[in-house]
C-alpha cells in the first residue's frame, strides 16, 4: 500500500505543477479535468501524510521502550504507543476507503426531478414532503438548491418539480436516491381513517458540463411561452418561458422560473445537457453488464427504493434491507443513515468487483 501512496504522492505534486502552466490555464477543459484530479488525490495525499507521521512516531517509541533506562520515560512512550496504535488502523481503515475506485461523477452536481405517481393528490403532497425533506438534507451538507421549473398539485404538493442541487460530492450523495419512493398514511382527505399507499418517482442526474457532452445547436428548437408560476409582473405578460427541443432524441427540457428569457434559456439548456448524458451514461451502465447490475443503486428510475410508513413511523430501504424507526426526522433532512449505508454497500460490491 505505501508503493502506491507515494505514486499517488508523485502523481500529486506533478498535477500541481501542471496546473501553474500558461497553456494548461488557458484550455479550460483540460484545467477543470486536472484541477478536480488534484482535488481528489489531495484527500489521498492528506491522510498519507498523517499515516507517515504516525508510522514515525510509533518507531520512536519503540526504540525509546527498547533502549530508553529511565522508567519514567519507557512509560510516557508506552502510554504514547497505546494511543497511536488505533490511530494507525484509523488511518488505515481510512486510506483503504479512499483508494476504492470511485465513480467519476460523484463530484458533480445534479438536476433532480420529483414526480408524483400514482395516488392523485396524495402522491402529489408526497412529492412536495420529498422535495422538502431533500432542501432540509442540503441544506445540512451545505449546498445550495434552487428550483428550475414545476408544476404544483391541485391540493398542495408538486405534480413535477425539478430542482438543480450544487455543492460538494452532491452526486456521490444522492444518486441513490433515483427510483419510487413510496408513502404509506392516511390522506387529510380520508373520512374514514383508512390508510392509502402512494408513490412519488425521483430521479437524479449527474449535471453535465459542456465538455461532456457537445450539442449542436441546430439539433435544438427553441420555443417560448408565457410564465404561469411565480416570477412577478412577467407572468402572462412577457413570452419569457423556454422550451428547448432536442430533435435527434425528442428530448424536452423548459424552465419558466426566471423573469429573464436568457436565465430560463440557460437552465433549461442545463436540464437537457443532463438528460442527454444520463442517456450516455445507461449505455455505457448496460455495456458493463452484469458487473453493473450487481451494483447497488443501478439508477433504475422504476425500481422500487424505499417506503414510507406513518402509521409505524418506519422508513424502509428495500435493496440494502435497512429499516429505521425515526420516521418525522427522517422527513426533516436526516438520511444520512441511508446514505451512508448505500455508500458503504456500493463501495463494497466496487471492491468485490473492480468497477472504476
Known amino acids: 500500500m505505501l508503493d502506491k501512496l507515494e505514486a499517488i504522492r508523485l502523481r500529486y505534486e506533478d498535477v500541481n505543477h501542471e496546473l501553474m502552466q500558461p497553456e494548461v490555464m488557458s484550455d479550460l477543459k483540460r484545467y477543470k479535468s486536472l484541477n478536480k484530479e488534484y482535488k481528489d488525490l489531495g484527500k489521498i495525499v492528506v491522510e498519507y501524510r498523517n499515516y507517515q507521521q504516525v508510522l514515525s512516531n510509533i518507531e520512536n517509541a519503540r526504540q525509546v521502550i527498547s533502549t530508553e533506562k529511565d522508567e519514567d520515560f519507557r512509560e510516557m512512550a508506552k502510554a504514547e504507543l497505546d494511543e497511536l496504535m ?15 475506485p470511485k465513480d467519476p461523477n460523484d463530484s458533480k452536481d445534479v438536476i433532480m426531478e420529483i414526480r408524483a405517481g400514482a395516488g392523485g393528490d396524495e402522491a402529489a403532497l ?17 449546498w445550495k438548491m434552487e428550483l428550475v421549473d414545476a408544476m404544483e398539485g391541485t391540493a398542495g404538493g408538486y405534480k ?16 441513490f436516491e433515483s427510483g419510487v419512493h413510496r408513502v404509506q398514511r392516511v390522506p387529510a382527505t380520508e373520512t374514514q381513517g383508512r390508510i392509502h399507499t402512494s408513490v412519488a418517482s425521483v430521479v437524479v442526474m449527474p449535471e453535465a458540463e459542456e465538455f461532456d457532452i457537445e450539442l449542436d445547436m441546430n439539433d435544438i428548437r427553441k420555443d417560448l411561452f408565457m410564465s404561469s408560476g411565480p416570477g412577478g409582473q412577467s407572468v402572462n405578460t412577457t413570452y419569457s418561458a423556454v422550451r428547448l427541443t432536442h430533435l435527434p432524441t425528442g428530448l424536452v427540457a423548459q424552465c419558466q422560473d426566471q423573469k429573464s428569457q436568457l436565465k430560463n434559456f440557460d437552465k ?9 448524458f444520463e442517456i450516455e451514461l445507461a449505455k455505457k451502465n448496460e455495456a458493463e ?11 433504475d428510475r ?18 440494502i434491507g435497512y429499516t429505521v424507526h425515526n420516521l418525522p426526522s427522517v422527513m426533516d433532512g436526516n438520511v444520512d443513515d441511508f446514505v451512508e449505508n448505500l455508500r458503504i454497500a456500493e463501495s ?9
Do not use: C, W
Not at 86 to 100: G, N, V
Not at 268 to 276: D, E, K, P, T
Not at 348 to 356: D, I, N
Open 86 to 100: 488505533p490511530e494507525q488502523d484509523r488511518l488505515e481503515s481510512a486510506i483503504k476507503d479512499l483508494l476504492i
Open 126 to 142: 408526497f412529492a412536495g414532503d420529498l422535495q422538502r425533506m431533500y432542501l432540509r438534507f442540503a441544506e445540512k451538507q451545505g
Open 160 to 175: 413535477e418539480i425539478i430542482l438543480a442541487v450544487k455543492g460538494e460530492d452532491v452526486y456521490g450523495k444522492l444518486k
Open 268 to 276: 433549461a439548456l442545463q436540464v437537457l445537457r443532463s438528460r442527454i
Open 289 to 299: 453488464g452484469a458487473i453493473r447490475k450487481s451494483m447497488i443503486g443501478s439508477g
Open 302 to 319: 422504476s425500481d422500487k427504493v424505499r417506503t414510507y410508513n406513518y402509521p409505524q413511523g418506519r422508513v424502509t430501504d428495500h435493496r
Open 348 to 356: 463494497a460490491e466496487r471492491l468485490k468487483v473492480g468497477v472504476s
